[in-house]
């Protein structure tokens, strides 16, 4: 009889985890995603500046500012080690969600044509973005996987 692993890093379902994670961030297709859902991040920074409404007393320009860099750092933490920072990937589609309705709740924003659909274009974009990290780590399991063991060494 082996002793327990006295440390929970060394557990086999968590390394396997980890793997799982680590390979499907390596994929080409995630590299990309995570490139846009940083540039997504960027882009709601800085719309304010792009789009006119930069305005220092308008709450939706910080708002904007401040939610997209936040959704920066998260995309760059997501891309850089996905293992450790993906139980935050679910904040994504909500921060993605906030952009899209941030401009009907808060009180005394502009609302011109050209900032409603910059802002419900970029959340969009931001949301669907943080549902596809959310979905990363789907794409490591195999197909015929059923969440880490097979039926072979299930009955052993």
Request: charged share 10%.
């Amino acid at each position: 009889m082996t002793a327990p692993a006295s440390r929970i890093e060394q557990h086999p379902d968590l390394v396997e985890m980890r793997d799982r994670y680590d390979r499907a961030a390596a994929a080409p297709s995630a590299q990309v995603l995570e490139g846009l859902t940083f540039l997504a991040g960027i882009y709601i920074a800085i719309s304010p500046w792009v789009v006119g409404f930069n305005d220092v007393s308008t709450p939706l320009a910080v708002s904007n500012l401040v939610v997209g860099l936040a959704f920066a750092v998260l995309a760059f933490g997501l891309s850089s080690a996905y293992g450790r920072t993906h139980p935050l990937a679910w904040t994504a589609p909500l921060l993605g969600a906030w952009v899209i309705i941030s401009q009907w709740v808060i009180a005394g924003a502009p609302t011109s044509t050209s900032v409603v659909l910059t802002n419900v274009i970029a959340g969009g974009v931001a949301a669907l973005c943080g549902l596809a990290m959310m979905g990363l780590s789907v794409t490591g399991k195999s197909k015929g996987d059923g969440g880490g063991r097979g039926r072979a060494e299930t009955q052993r």
